[in-house]
């Protein structure tokens, strides 16, 4: 089965940094990738990734945070820098599978940027 599994989030002052990780298994993906959702509102994408190494970002993060990714241990990162209280959310890891083009999940982190 399909499992992506997040870590990393937490905790930090405005200014601060932190790196969220997310190990898939279970399939071959197209397209990884964060969003983030707070109470009340849609969730939104932050950043993705293709296969191919293409990346693409929300406007609001774009100097701030990076997604990269490890082949070889199948996991996504998502590097965050000069974090504000707007990053303030529920982040969630989101996988394409490249044969049936299903949408994967994660479980969430929560990552709150507060004095």
């Known amino acids: 089965q399909v499992q992506l599994v997040e870590s990393g989030g937490g905790l930090v002052q405005p200014g601060g940094s932190l790196r969220l990780s997310c190990a898939a298994s279970?399939?071959?993906?197209?397209?990884k990738g964060w969003y983030r959702q707070t109470p009340g509102k849609e969730r939104e994408l932050v950043a993705t990734v293709t296969s191919g190494g293409s990346t693409n970002y929300r406007d609001s993060v774009k100097g701030r945070f990076t997604i990269s990714t490890d082949n070889a241990k199948n996991t996504v990162y998502l590097q965050m820098n000069s974090l504000k209280p707007e990053d303030t959310a529920v982040y969630y890891c989101?996988?394409?599978?490249?044969?049936?083009?299903?949408?994967?999940w994660g479980q969430g982190t929560q990552v709150t940027v507060s004095s």
């Open positions: 279970g399939n071959i993906f197209v397209i």
């Open positions: 989101y996988a394409v599978a490249r044969y049936t083009r299903s949408d994967y």
